[in-house]
């Protein structure tokens, strides 16, 4: 492939001025977040933007149209209809100024597309690299797929829906996680300079066609936000498609273009132009890369809850006894009411095995990693007074159901608890601690184990 050459700009014709401009209103609606839930959500709740102020990146970067989230991430008919508006928008677009200019000279209508074309240029690469950045960093930083936590480990294979276990597998390897986010952060740096955009969009595409088809194949619910990317990744390769079929088809030297930077009279727009760059790839590269650094090395997530639960509580625990309103329920596997386990987990998370009736909840969002996309476990965030032994459970998927213990620590791994739920039925449980060990954590993470 020989050197790049200067990009002479897009053809003039009626169709290539219609798509250019479609393709601008397309990434400028897409990035820019026009839906007002976006603007009404609860941040602090959804990101925990004010313990980490840094949070606030990922708010920008997860920021999706509203085609994205909307039937589970597979709204295709409403994609669809965005493109189409586009293009109606970009007729129109193309018309008015046909119209308008019809008096002007070919020279300076072509200047004019030059311009537009540069804009759509910056207006893609920079979306690609925003919403990239912070899958690459939070692989990088293992992170955005944790190792399961003990509660998943004491899930039944067949509970999980298969988005769940694709995730929970990719946890499992943190080298292999670590590994796509290397390759996902070079290609996103590669697309934020314009001597390299071609050879980013190329690895882009590479990394985003397999992850399409990953949440095709599992439901893994970013469907359309993978296909989203790799479609824009794919625009920034159309201005080299004719030296791209001299390359594969014909085997013959093509020349890769190379679009300049815009040209600006004024010291002060060349000095913001480049100082806007420099302060994005300190902001989304560096400042965040760092703070998930320090996340990833205090074994945390925002996956998971935040909040450190009481170190010696951690692990599986047997429920060998179990009343309710003073009757005795003996083990039974079918038995719906009766408690079959209890995880503590090593944050603020007590999770119950149940075979009572669950709904299966397939909104995979910041809060709701521990019960999204499986059954069989009831999650409790729970606060606890040492001092007075009191247990306060409230349910994750749920916060209206609360359930109130005081505890007795008879010895090392074994408890008592007495109170009430929410039916106001009384509870009487011994938990005995049990100790397990886990082949899939012997050698990713030994403090998985009990």
Known sequence: MAHPSNYTGPASGLLQKILLRSGIVYAATTVIPFVPAFYQQDFDAGFSVKGYPYRWLDVISQNNPWFFSSQGG???????????????????????????????NALAQNSVDDRLYNLFFILVRYQIALRMSWFAIAKVFPVQMPFPTLSQLNTNLGDFTPGKLYWLTTGVSPFFEVFAGVFELVATVLILFRRTATLGSLMMIAILLPIWFVNIGYDAGVELASLHLLFLSITLLVKDADSFYSILIRHQQAIVSYIQPPEFNKQWKRVARGGFKAVFIFLFL?????????????GKTF?????????KFTGFYNVSQFKINNKALPYAPDDTVRWQNVVFEKFNTISIGSLKPFRL????????????????????GYEADTVKQVLVLKNRANMAEIIRFTYIELSAGEFILKGKNNQNDSLYIVLNKIKKNYPLAIRTNDNIRD
């Open 361 to 380: 909840r397939t909104d995979n969002k910041s809060r709701t990693t521990e019960y999204y996309g499986n059954i069989g476990r009831l999650y409790y």
């Open 74 to 104: 597979k709204n295709y008919e409403g994609w669809l209809i965005t493109l189409l508006v586009c293009l109606v928008i970009g007729i129109i677009w193309a018309l008015v100024e046909k119209q308008v200019n019809k008096d002007r």
């Open 286 to 298: 560096f400042y965040r890369g760092y703070h998930y650094g320090q996340l990833y090395a205090a």
């Open 303 to 311: 996956k998971l809850p935040l909040d450190d639960g009481i170190k």
